[in-house]
């Protein structure tokens, strides 16, 4: 059956470069219009233009007063911690003791897994988010969960079995060969099938062995176009310990150099401590940073250092390390991120945000021209924000005198209750007024 094409009237915003560094990196039609066919963009531009071409019978959706773009993209969280965001912890390592470990136990249940998997893919959706990078746990069926919900809702969506076989409860603990064997499994069972992407995904430096970072960058090596996820210099305690366990390694971020781990396509979360060997190294070879703003601040880890990574020019994306994150909301999260670039002596501009959000997360997954922006052909995966959402909003964006203003506003003062609604692939995933709009 012909899909019946569908034409969204509105504000339309999206980005073909990072503000940061290009002129002309973003297009604004105020009065916009962005058609879809089916599960594809055909066109994003002035509605004047537009209107005109629109083929008989399309279906026109009257947005004006809203703002639609691309849907955010979060390039860093664990699913499983959906249930214990906000948990008291005097910094990283003792809530990982505390909180993580016991909680991610519960996934080798598949029906807690499956039934966490749709309360997350849920929240991801009232908070605009389309695509993401997802920690699973160390048991396979926690991804055949995630995947499963995910597939069924047509999401497009990175995610992985976390590998750890050292310094962890035993009963999180897997073995260097027995975590390579499944995360191989897994990749056969749903690497690239419709819209799932398979991560590699070793915890971190210090839960895996030197075999298991060895046998992962094979992995790596054989299947090129797979993620790889992981963290890295996030606190001090933990560098430290990451210093005694791999006393041959430059640095943290050389350890995972060091067993082929640093390539495109792979997404290291935090990137607090690098130096600028690190920097050079992560864009020569295209590893990209998730930052991760109120992780880092919940956790009191420290503070991005936007000044370094820009002079290195290393690929930059924004997440919400759900649960060491405090909010699943990527408006949060832009709001976080601005603080923690005023405290390092630099200013974001709101246009940068969004970028960071859309498609500068689709560049640092190399998934530019797939999602991220409206270029013809694109997947259709968009958020359709309101200015007006609450009174607070309303007041301030009526007297907003410029697009960065009134996007200023939206990053500093909005959450999930300013996603209106979000599609995924075309398809109306969430709609805040219930109404399918
Ligand atoms: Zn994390």
Redesign the pocket.
């Known amino acids: 059956m012909k899909n019946q094409t569908q034409a969204y009237r509105g504000g339309v915003l999206h980005f073909n470069d990072d503000p940061a560094f290009a002129g002309d990196a973003y297009h604004w039609h105020e009065d916009g219009l962005l058609v879809v066919d089916g599960e594809r963009i055909v066109a994003a531009g002035e509605h004047a233009q537009l209107a005109a071409m629109l083929p008989p019978g399309a279906v026109l959706h009257d947005l004006r007063g809203k703002l639609i773009l691309p849907g955010f993209i979060d390039t860093?969280l664990?699913y499983p911690q959906s249930d214990m965001i906000a948990s008291p912890a005097p910094g990283l390592l003792p809530w990982l003791e505390t909180y993580t470990f016991p909680t991610e136990r519960k996934f080798e249940e598949p029906e807690h897994a499956a039934d966490v998997a749709r309360f997350f893919l849920d929240e991801l959706a009232r908070s605009g988010t389309t695509t993401a990078m997802v920690?699973c746990t160390v048991h396979p069926q926690s991804v055949d969960a995630f995947f499963t919900e995910s597939s069924a809702r047509n999401l497009r969506m990175a995610a992985g079995k976390v590998m750890m076989d050292r310094n962890c409860p035993e009963f999180l603990r897997d073995t260097a060969e027995g975590g390579a064997r499944d995360s191989e499994a897994l990749i056969r069972r749903w690497h690239n099938k419709g819209r799932q992407m398979y991560a590699l995904t070793p915890r971190f430096a210090p839960t895996s062995t030197e075999a298991q970072l060895a046998l992962t960058g094979e992995l790596a090596r054989a299947y090129p176009d797979t993620f790889i996820q992981s963290?890295v210099a996030e606190n001090t305690d933990e560098i430290a310990w990451v210093k005694t366990l791999y006393p041959e390694a430059r640095s943290y971020l050389d350890v995972y150099d060091r067993y082929g781990l640093l390539r495109e396509r792979a997404m290291y979360?935090h990137c607090i401590y690098l130096d600028d060997a690190d920097r050079a190294r992560m864009a020569e070879t295209g590893t990209a940073a998730a930052l991760c703003p109120t992780s880092n601040l919940f956790l009191g880890s420290g503070l991005f250092d936007f000044a370094a990574a820009d002079a290195a020019r290393v690929p930059l994306s924004l997440a919400t390390?759900v649960g060491?994150g405090t909010s699943f909301s990527m408006l949060r999260t832009m709001n976080e991120i601005y603080k923690v670039a005023r405290m390092g002596g630099t200013y974001l501009p709101a246009l940068r945000m969004f970028y960071l959000a859309t498609l500068g997360g689709a560049r640092s997954m190399r998934l530019e021209g797939v999602v991220g922006n409206f270029m013809p052909g694109n997947e259709a995966d968009f958020v359709v924000l309101d200015p007006q959402c609450t009174p607070l909003l309303a007041r301030r964006t009526a007297r907003s005198e410029s697009l960065e203003e009134l996007l200023f506003a939206l990053a500093l003062l909005g959450d999930d209750r300013t996603v209106a609604a979000t599609y995924s692939a075309g398809r109306l995933l969430h709609s805040r007024s219930g109404a399918t709009v």
């Open positions: 860093h664990h920690y963290h979360g390390d060491g």
